[in-house]
C-alpha cells in the first residue's frame, strides 16, 4: 500500500482519538474510550518523535505538538495530591485512569472502583504512569523549549520525582515497586505496569508473586526521568540514577540460552521472576543521549546478548513482531484470548523498534519495522493486539464478550512513528 495513504489512515485514526481534554486511549464506543495515564504519556513520546522523522508527508506538526502540550496540562491537573489507599492516590504520583462518565462495568465487579466524590473515577493504580510522564514533560519541552510549559510544569516535575524516589520505593533498595495495599477495601489493578493483566504474572500454580514487585522496564524509565531531569534539579538525581543502575544490574541479570537477558519483574524477596518476555527490550528505548553518547540502565556489555536472546523464535515472528511472552514460557497462551501471555502488541513493537535504531542495530530495526506493519496494515486500523492463529493468519484478541480495541492510540502513535522514520 502506498506509504502517503498509509501515513494518511493512521494519522486520521489518531485524530479520532483527540479531545479538548487530551488523547482517549481508544476510540469513544471501545472498552478504553477514555483518559489513561500511561497510554497517553507513551502516545505522546511516539508523536514527539514521529514529528521528528524526515518522512513525514502528511503530519501536521503544529498541531500535533498543541495537542500534545493540552494533553500533558490536564494530565498535571490530575496528578495525585494525598493519600487515598482506595484509588492508588498518592502526592506527585500521575494518574491512570480517568473517566467522568461510562464507568458502571467497574462498578459491578465484586470489588468496585473507588468514585471521588465529584463522581470521577480516578484511579492510580500505574507504577509506570509517573516516570512516563517526567520523560514526555521533558521530551516536550526539549523540542519545543517553550519556557512558559516549563515553569509551569516544574513544580509538577518536582512532585513526580519525590513520590518516585520515596513512595515509589518502599525499602528505599533503589528500585521501582508497587503493591496492592492490603487494607483496600474497593478495586483496582493488582498488576499496575504496562501489562497490567494478572495473567502476565501469575505463576504456573495460579498465585501472584509476593509483594512489592519491581517490573523489569520501570526500572529504566524511572533512571531515564532521574537522569533528565538531574540537569535541572542536580547532582542527587543524577548520583540516585547511578545507584538504581548498580542495583539494576546486579539483581535483574540472569543467563538464558547462554544470553544475559532480564527478569521479568523482582518479587518481594527479591527473587528474580524469570518468565521470559519482550519487555527487557523496553530498556533500549529508556535510552540517556547526551553529547553524542547513549547509556541505558542497563551494562552496555550486556546489550548484544539482550538483542541476540530476542531474536530467537520463540520471542521473535518476522510476519508479527515481537511476542508479550516467550512461547516456552509455562505460563505462554497460545489462543485468541491471551492478552499479555504471548500475543503482539504494537505499542510494545513501536518502543523497541526506536531502542533498536538509537543503539545501532539497524538490521534488527529494519525486520521488527517490516513485521509490526505487517498486521497493522492487514487489520487497516491500529488494533490493541493482535494474535497469530495455527495456520499463521492474524486473529483480533477475544475473550468472551471482550474484544481488542480497533482504534487504539499508542498503536496509531507507533505506526505513524514507524511510517516516517528512516529505514
Known sequence: MDQYILQTTFYRHLLDLITDEGINASGKDEIYGCIFGRDSFVTILKILKAITNKKNAVIDKNDLLAICRRSLLKLASLQGKEVNIESGEEPGKFIHEYRKDKYDHLLKLVKPWYV????????YDSIDSTPLALIAIYRYWQITRDNEFLSFMLPHVEKGLVWLISYADYDRDKLIEYEFHKGRKFGGLEVQ???DSLESLRQVNGKLPMYPIAPVE???YAWLALKHWSEFFGR???LYANRMKQVFNKLFIFKDKDCNYAAQALDGAKNKITTITANPLLLLWATYE???CRESIIDEKYIPDFIRRASMEDLFDPDAGLRTMSTQSPTFNPRQDS???GSFWPKLNGQIHEGLEIWGFREEAKKLKAATLKPLIYFK???ELYIKGDSGNYLEFRNGSQVGCRNQAWSAAAALDLLTCQD
Open 218 to 220: 520501570v526500572q529504566g
Open 116 to 123: 471521588y466524590a465529584d463522581k470521577t473515577l480516578r484511579n
Open 381 to 383: 486500523t491500529p488494533i
Open 339 to 341: 492478552y499479555h501471555n
Open 193 to 195: 505496569s504496562w501489562t
Open 236 to 238: 542527587p538525581l543524577m
Open 290 to 292: 547526551e553529547n553524542g
